[in-house]
């Protein structure tokens, strides 16, 4: 029997112990146990969805000064207990610590974002055509929202729905993802505490199949917002469109990082380095094919060789470790497959391939790096998300612009060139959401919109003020004398 701590699900403004629970792991030492975890039945996501329904009324016509202050709160105990949940952040899906802290920062900046949105919340009042008339278009609250989280991000993204859809008036029902849910709990128990009424903030932790599943399906919930994989992401949308429900889907990546001939060098390979392979390459954002002409072509794959070298690969929580471990057994065994598919497909390998031995048991793979591909294999087409990367050949700019838009995604993009030309072209031409130049494919803002194209992305965009689009419902109203 383990002796770890339990922690339960949170609902209707009650702790509610689980139907079961299950164990947190952490990748960097298997055996350390974070805790146990409730994992929550269908009647316990019922009685979640109807605590969100009945809190909804009063919460989204409540006063927004109660708002702010509520929000503005979470995100203040938030950045003061950053290194503590940067620890737990690290702990639980194997970060490093300074990457861990820096996306806890970015938690609590996003809550006093949104604390300061409640205020700017705007509308229009225009003349009719019709004389003696006026009209006023407002937006009002969804209702109750369902929000389904991945594991690669485990605060920032909850924080990222959680702050505008209750800036914005909405009830909600979190799901984290089932590996990591110590962040999502931690972050609930903090808005347990901020003054926000019973029901407006539920939590249900367990498996996406049962707990996710009953979200999306039940016809008490407006609107659905989740990231993570493309499959489960588009049956989501089917469920969703099928019975009306309001959806925003932010799924994978193929991202392209393009390297002319003018780059500087030096500067290339470090935005390679930290866009294919900080974070362990698990972001959606991340680079795992580099484009480049054939001017610099050998240079770049030589240096990226040698810099790699230097690439430490170790336990999250130890200081000097640049890469942490992959965060699952089977994340890891989806890695070495792609690496197993690369060499098969005749590519070269040129750094990493295998596993790294450390202190601890964990899922520690080198960073890999292919040269020699080709924009067919589907080391270049699939989205790996591990710390594996590869390199096409081109003859020239147009020949890479084409090829960097040639992917089924369309989320992040970047192009390192000293050339204005070259830069503000592919900022024009560019399919994605996002686009980077001389910067690493990763690592946005936090109060801009945050999205992409084609199969990355569906409904509107996450972040900053474009949020409102998906967390309000416009209503115009007609007003004679
Ligand atoms: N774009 C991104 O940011 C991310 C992309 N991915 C991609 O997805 C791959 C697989 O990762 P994985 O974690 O399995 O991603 P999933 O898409 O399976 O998981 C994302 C979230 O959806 C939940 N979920 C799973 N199935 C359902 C369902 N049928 N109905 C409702 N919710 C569901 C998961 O729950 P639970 O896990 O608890 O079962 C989790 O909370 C990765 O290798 C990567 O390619 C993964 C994470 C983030
Ligand atoms: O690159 C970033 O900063 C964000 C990445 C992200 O949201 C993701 O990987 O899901």
Aim: include cysteine; glycine fraction near 10%; aromatic fraction near 8%.
């Amino acid at each position: 029997m383990s002796q770890a701590k339990r922690f339960d699900n949170y609902i209707g403004g009650q702790w509610v112990a689980g139907a079961d629970y299950s164990s947190n792991i952490n990748p960097s030492d298997l055996s350390d146990v974070i805790g146990e975890f409730a994992k929550a039945d269908l009647a316990q996501v019922d009685a979640a969805i109807d605590a969100a329904r009945a809190a909804f009324p009063a919460w989204s016509t409540s006063g927004i000064q109660a708002r702010h202050d509520a929000l503005d709160k979470v995100g203040s105990e938030i950045l003061a207990r950053r290194e503590e949940l940067g620890t737990l952040l690290a702990r639980e899906e194997g970060k490093t610590l300074p990457e861990a802290i820096g996306e806890v920062t970015r938690a609590g900046n996003i809550f006093k974002f949104f604390a300061g949105e409640c205020l700017r919340l705007s509308g229009d009042y225009l003349p009719s055509v019709r004389p003696g008339v006026n009209v006023e278009v407002t937006r009002e609250a969804l209702g109750v929202v369902g929000l389904i989280t991945p594991w690669n991000f485990p605060i920032a993204i909850p924080a990222w729905k959680i702050a505008p859809a209750l800036a914005y008036g909405n009830c909600v029902v979190l799901k984290p993802a089932d590996l990591v849910p110590g962040c999502a709990w931690a972050l609930a128990e903090i808005i347990s505490r901020a003054g926000f009424p019973s029901g407006v903030f539920n939590l249900v932790m367990g498996s996406g199949r049962v707990v996710g599943d009953a979200l999306v399906n039940s016809s008490k919930v407006d609107g659905i917002s989740f990231t993570g994989s493309v499959g489960v992401g588009r049956q989501i949308a089917v469920s969703c469109v099928s019975r009306q429900a309001k959806v925003q889907l932010e799924m994978g990546g193929k991202n392209p990082q393009i390297i002319l001939d003018d780059a500087d060098l030096k500067q290339a390979v470090e935005l390679s380095v930290q866009s294919a392979f900080y974070s362990t390459g698990q972001r959606c954002t991340a680079s795992s094919r580099f484009i480049v002409t054939a001017g610099i072509h050998d240079r770049f794959v030589a240096a990226m060789a040698e810099r790699m070298q230097s690439i430490k690969v170790g336990h999250a929580l130890h200081a000097g470790t640049d890469i942490g471990p992959v965060v699952s057994q089977a994340q890891l065994d989806q890695d070495l497959k792609y690496i197993d598919i690369g060499q098969g497909e005749g590519a070269r390998l040129v750094s990493g391939g295998g596993l790294v031995t450390c202190d601890t048991e964990g899922y520690f793979l080198a960073p890999t790096l292919f040269a020699d591909s080709e924009a067919a294999m589907r080391i270049s087409r699939e989205e790996i998300f591990g710390p594996v990367a590869n390199v096409v050949r081109v003859a020239d700019y147009e020949a890479a612009l084409a090829m960097a838009n040639d992917t089924d995604f369309g989320l992040s993009a970047g192009i390192a060139t000293t050339s204005l030309k070259y830069a503000n072209h592919f900022k024009r031409h560019s399919q994605a959401g996002m686009v980077m130049v001389n910067l690493p494919t990763a690592g946005v803002d936090y109060h801009v919109p945050f999205g992409g194209r084609k199969g990355s992305s569906y409904g509107s965009r996450e972040q900053g003020r474009y949020a409102q689009e998906f967390y309000t419902v416009v209503k115009t109203s007609y007003i004679g004398s």
